[in-house]
Nanobody
Framework: QVQLVESGGGSVQAGGSLRLSCAASGHTPATKYLAWFRQAPGKAREGVAS????????YYHDSVRGRVTVSRDNAKNTAYLQMNSLKPEDTAMYYC??????????????????WGQGTQVTVSS
C-alpha cells in the first residue's frame, strides 16, 4: 500500500505559478511511477505528467508541455509539479497517483493503483 497526500494548490491569476507536492508513504514509494492527473468540473480526469522511479522517463500531456515540470525527490518520497504560465483552463482538482500497472499507459487514469485526495487549483483571468 502507498498513501499519497497532495498540497500546494490555491488560487492564482492567469500567468502565475504554483508548485504542487505529493508526499508518499507506505511500501517502497521510491520504486514506483508517480503521476499527476487533473479533473475539471464536468470533465473526465486526464493525465498531466508522469515520472519514472529514477526520474529518467517523463511524459507530459500536450496541453501542459513547456509550462509544467514534474520532478521527484526519492529521499523525501515526494513528487512535485511546477506549473508556470497558468491559464484559466488549468483550473481543476489535481491528483497524485502512484504504482503504474503496465508500461505504455503512463498518463492513463486506470493504469495506477494508488491515489491521493487531490488539491484544488483555480486560475482566474
Amino acid at each position: 500500500q502507498v498513501q499519497l497526500v497532495e498540497s500546494g494548490g490555491g488560487s492564482v491569476q492567469a500567468g502565475g505559478s504554483l508548485r504542487l507536492s505529493c508526499a508518499a508513504s507506505g511500501h517502497t514509494p521510491a520504486t514506483k511511477y508517480l503521476a499527476w492527473f487533473r479533473q475539471a468540473p464536468g470533465k473526465a480526469r486526464e493525465g498531466v505528467a508522469s515520472i519514472s522511479p529514477r526520474g529518467d522517463k517523463i511524459y507530459y500531456h500536450d496541453s501542459v508541455r513547456g509550462r509544467v515540470t514534474v520532478s521527484r525527490d526519492n529521499a523525501k518520497n515526494t513528487a512535485y509539479l511546477q506549473m508556470n504560465s497558468l491559464k484559466p483552463e488549468d483550473t481543476a482538482m489535481y491528483y497524485c497517483a502512484a504504482g503504474l500497472k503496465s508500461l505504455g499507459n503512463e498518463l492513463i487514469e486506470g493504469a495506477y493503483f494508488y491515489w491521493g485526495q487531490g488539491t484544488q487549483v483555480t486560475v482566474s483571468s
